[in-house]
C-alpha cells in the first residue's frame, strides 16, 4: 500500500510558489499557430475547470490554479474534432527539480491503457489466424501454461475472456519496481515468486460468468503473443500495432531507452513527492508498460472512429474493430476499451494509473470527437474535471455534467470529532478522521473533504451521497445514513470495537493500514489481531500483527509472531524472512522509529536491508 505523507506547515505557502511556477512554465509551454477559433476554444477549456459541485458561489477557475490546487506537476492533452486532433498542449512540469516543462512531445507512463494497445495486438494475430479467440489459451501458450484448479469449474480460459476481463482471474494491478531493480520476469510474476510484489494468477471463479478487471490476465495474454511471434514484446508491438497507428513516440520498452527516456516525464505522488528514479519499471508491458503522448492515443482513438464508421483501420479489419468496441459478456467491458451509454450515444474508453502517473480517454462512438488527459500525478481527481470542461466546450452530445451549485457552514472541531470512527455498509468500510489537522471522509483510498450541509449532514465533491449522522438515545454517533437523488440508501453502522467484526482479509488489512497513515497504531493493531484470529493462514495479516506490537511498544508479542514463522514460506518463491525485509524498507521509508525493528533484525540474526 503506497503511503500518503504528511503535507507540513508550509502546504500553503508551496502551493502558491508551485502555482506561479506553472505560470512560467505555461508561457514555455504554449503551442503557437492555431486559428483564432480553436486558440478561443483552448482559452475556453482552460478557464471553465471545477469539480461537480460548486460551494457557496465559487466558480470555476484555470487549468493552473486547479494544478496548483491539487498539487499536480505536469498534464498533457489532445483534443479531437471530426476525426482530426485539431489542437495539443503541454503545462506543468515534467520534471519540476530540473525545471524540464512538459511538451505535446512528453512521454508518459499512465498503466492501464496498454491493455487498450495489448488488446489490438492480440486482435490483429486473430485476424491474421495466428490464434484463436475462443481456444484454450494453453493450447496456443508454450513457454508457460496456466495452472488451472477447481475454481476455474472445469471451463477453460479464453483470449476473448482474457481481453475482457471475463476469466475469473486473481491481480487487479501491479505496483511497478524500483529502476535499480530487482525485476521480476513475466513469468515470476505470473507465478507471484521474488521479486514479484504481487500474488500468483490464478482462478478466482470459473471464466465466463462475469466482469472482473485482471491485470494478471492481460499479462497472460503477453506471453501468449511473445510465443505466438517469438520476439519481444515490445519489438513485435511497435512494428505492427504503435507505429501503423502513427504512434511514433510511443513504446513498450520497459524500461525505454535511454534516448526516449529524455522525453519522459517524472512521476510524483499524490503530495508531490517524485517516484525514486523518477519513474517506476513494469514487466507487465501489457497490462501497465506503454509509454505515451495524448496525440498518439488521439491516433489510435481516430483509427478506430473511421473504421466503426465503416472505414479502413490501418492495423485491423472491421470484424476485429467491432469486437474491440463491442461489450462481450459484461455489459460495458469489451476487448481492451470499456463502452459508456450517455443516453443514447456512445463512447468508448478506458482509465488508467501507474506510481506517480493517471490518465484517461475517451472516443465517441459515431460523433467524431474525443480526448486524451494524462498527468504525471497519482492524484487524478483533475482529468475528469478538464474532460467536462472539453465536452462543454465542444458540445459532446449527452456528455457534460454542469456542477451543482451548494452552500455549506462552519462546524467545529469538537462536534465533528464526535463523528470519527470506522462504519461499514453493505460489508463495505469507509472511516471519517482527522490527517494533518483536518478532518475527512475516507472511501476507495480518497480522503475526501466534508462540507456541511447541518451540523449533522455533510457531503463530499467525490462521492454522491449525503452522510446524516445517526446518534442513540445518549447522543452517541452509531452510524450515518446515505441519501442520493432523493432516496435513502442502506445505512452505516459505526463500529465500536473490532472484536466482533466480520469482514473480508483484505477489509481488515485496509483499515489496518488507513490508520497506521493516520498514525493511530493503537487502534490499527486491533484490526490486524481480530484479523489474524478470523484468519490465522494470512501470513500477511500476522506479520502486520507483528508490525503493530512493535509499534505499539509491545516487543516481545513482535517477536513472538516473527520467530514463530521464520521456516514460513509466503508464497512460491517468497519467504518469510523476504516479507519482513520488504516491510522494513516500506516502513522506514515512511518514517517509522525503526528501533525495534532493527532490534528484532539483530536478535533473530537477519541481515538489515540496505
Known amino acids: 500500500m503506497k503511503m500518503i505523507k504528511p503535507v507540513g506547515l508550509h502546504f500553503?505557502?508551496?502551493?502558491?510558489?508551485?502555482f506561479i511556477l506553472l505560470l512560467l512554465a505555461f508561457n514555455t509551454n504554449a503551442q503557437k499557430g492555431y486559428s483564432s477559433e480553436t486558440q478561443k476554444k483552448i482559452t475556453e477549456v482552460e478557464n471553465n475547470i471545477c469539480g461537480s459541485?460548486?460551494?457557496?458561489?465559487?466558480?470555476?477557475?484555470?487549468?493552473?490554479?486547479?494544478m496548483a490546487k491539487y498539487n499536480v506537476k505536469g498534464l498533457s492533452i489532445a483534443v479531437i474534432e471530426n476525426y482530426h486532433v485539431v489542437w495539443?498542449?503541454?503545462?506543468?512540469?515534467?520534471?519540476?527539480?530540473?525545471?524540464?516543462?512538459?511538451?505535446t512531445e512528453t512521454l508518459f507512463e499512465p498503466g492501464s491503457i496498454s491493455k487498450t494497445l495489448n488488446a489490438v495486438g492480440i486482435l490483429k494475430l486473430a485476424q491474421d489466424g495466428r490464434v484463436d479467440l475462443s481456444t484454450d489459451i494453453n493450447s496456443m501458450l508454450k513457454s508457460w501454461k496456466f495452472p488451472y484448479d477447481s475454481l476455474s469449474g472445469g471451463k477453460k480460459i479464453t483470449l476473448a475472456h482474457l481481453l475482457s476481463h471475463t476469466a475469473g482471474l486473481s491481480v487487479h494491478g501491479f505496483p511497478g519496481h524500483?529502476?535499480?531493480?530487482?525485476?521480476?520476469?513475466?513469468?515470476?510474476?505470473?507465478?507471484?515468486?521474488?521479486?514479484?510484489?504481487?500474488?500468483?494468477?490464478?482462478?478466482?471463479?470459473?471464466?465466463?460468468?462475469?466482469?472482473?478487471y485482471s491485470g494478471g490476465g492481460t499479462s497472460i495474454s503477453q506471453v501468449l503473443l511473445t510465443d505466438i511471434v517469438q520476439q519481444q514484446y515490445d519489438g513485435w508491438m511497435d512494428e505492427n500495432i504503435l507505429k501503423p497507428l502513427?504512434?511514433?513516440?510511443?513504446?513498450?520498452?520497459?524500461?525505454?531507452?535511454?534516448?526516449?527516456?529524455?522525453?519522459?516525464?517524472?512521476?510524483?505522488?499524490?503530495?508531490?513527492?517524485?517516484?525514486?528514479?523518477?519513474?517506476?519499471?513494469?514487466?507487465?508491458?501489457?497490462?501497465?508498460?506503454?509509454?505515451?503522448?495524448?496525440?498518439?492515443l488521439c491516433n489510435y482513438i481516430i483509427d478506430m472512429q473511421l473504421a466503426w464508421k465503416g472505414g479502413k483501420s490501418k492495423v485491423l479489419n472491421n470484424e476485429m474493430v467491432k469486437l474491440?468496441?463491442?461489450?462481450?459478456?459484461?455489459?460495458s467491458a469489451a476487448m481492451g476499451t470499456f463502452i459508456e451509454d450517455h443516453n443514447g450515444v456512445r463512447y468508448f474508453q478506458h482509465g488508467a494509473a501507474n506510481d506517480g502517473f493517471s490518465g484517461q480517454f475517451y472516443g465517441s462512438m459515431d460523433k467524431g470527437y474525443g480526448v486524451v488527459v494524462f498527468l504525471n500525478s497519482d492524484y487524478s481527481r483533475l482529468i475528469n474535471e478538464v474532460i467536462n470542461s472539453v465536452a462543454k466546450v465542444y458540445q459532446w452530445e449527452n456528455f457534460y455534467v454542469a456542477p451543482q451549485q451548494k452552500t455549506s457552514i462552519r462546524v467545529s472541531d469538537e462536534t465533528i470529532k464526535q463523528y470519527a470512527g470506522i462504519y461499514i455498509f453493505d460489508n463495505y468500510w469507509v472511516a471519517i478522521g482527522e490527517k494533518d489537522k483536518e478532518f475527512h471522509y475516507y472511501q476507495n483510498q480518497t480522503y475526501a473533504k466534508m462540507h456541511f450541509l447541518t451540523t449533522n449532514s455533510f457531503f463530499n465533491e467525490e462521492f454522491k451521497a449525503i452522510k446524516e449522522m445517526v446518534k442513540d438515545e445518549h447522543g452517541n454517533v452509531i452510524g450515518f445514513d446515505r441519501i442520493a437523488d432523493g432516496k435513502k440508501l442502506p445505512g452505516a453502522v459505526k463500529v465500536g470495537s473490532p472484536d466482533t467484526l466480520k469482514l473480508a482479509n483484505q477489509s481488515f488489512s485496509e483499515i489496518g493500514w488507513y490508520l497506521f497513515e493516520n498514525r493511530n497504531y493503537k487502534e490499527?493493531?486491533?484490526?490486524?489481531?481480530?484479523?489474524?484470529?478470523?484468519?490465522?493462514e494470512d501470513l500477511n495479516m500476522l506479520i502486520n500483527k507483528a508490525h503493530f506490537c512493535l509499534l505499539n511498544s509491545d516487543y516481545e508479542g513482535g517477536l513472538a509472531i516473527y520467530k514463530s514463522h521464520l521456516a514460513d514460506s509466503v508464497r512460491e518463491g517468497y519467504s518469510w524472512k523476504d516479507l519482513m525485509t520488504d516491510d522494513f524498507k516500506y516502513l522506514k521509508d515512511a518514517g517509522v522509529d525503526m528501533e525495534l525493528f532493527e532490534k528484532v533484525f539483530a536478535e533473530l540474526r537477519i541481515r538489515l536491508p540496505e
Open 88 to 103: 495539443a498542449k503541454g503545462y506543468g512540469w515534467a520534471n519540476e527539480e530540473e525545471k524540464i516543462p512538459v511538451t
Open 324 to 331: 474491440h468496441l463491442t461489450p462481450y459478456i459484461d455489459e
Open 524 to 536: 490499527a493493531l486491533a484490526y490486524f489481531s481480530r484479523g489474524s484470529q478470523l484468519y490465522p
Open 53 to 66: 459541485i460548486l460551494l457557496n458561489g465559487e466558480q470555476p477557475v484555470s487549468m493552473l490554479e486547479r
Open 12 to 18: 500553503f505557502v508551496r502551493n502558491i510558489l508551485s
Open 246 to 296: 502513427g504512434m511514433m513516440h510511443s513504446t513498450f520498452a520497459q524500461p525505454p531507452s535511454a534516448e526516449k527516456q529524455r522525453s519522459c516525464a517524472t512521476g510524483y505522488s499524490v503530495n508531490g513527492t517524485p517516484v525514486p528514479g523518477k519513474f517506476h519499471v513494469y514487466p507487465e508491458q501489457a497490462a501497465a508498460g506503454l509509454w505515451m503522448t495524448p496525440t498518439d
Open 178 to 212: 524500483d529502476i535499480h531493480g530487482p525485476v521480476p520476469t513475466i513469468y515470476e510474476v505470473l507465478d507471484g515468486k521474488s521479486p514479484s510484489l504481487t500474488s500468483p494468477v490464478r482462478s478466482e471463479f470459473e471464466p465466463g460468468l462475469k466482469h472482473m
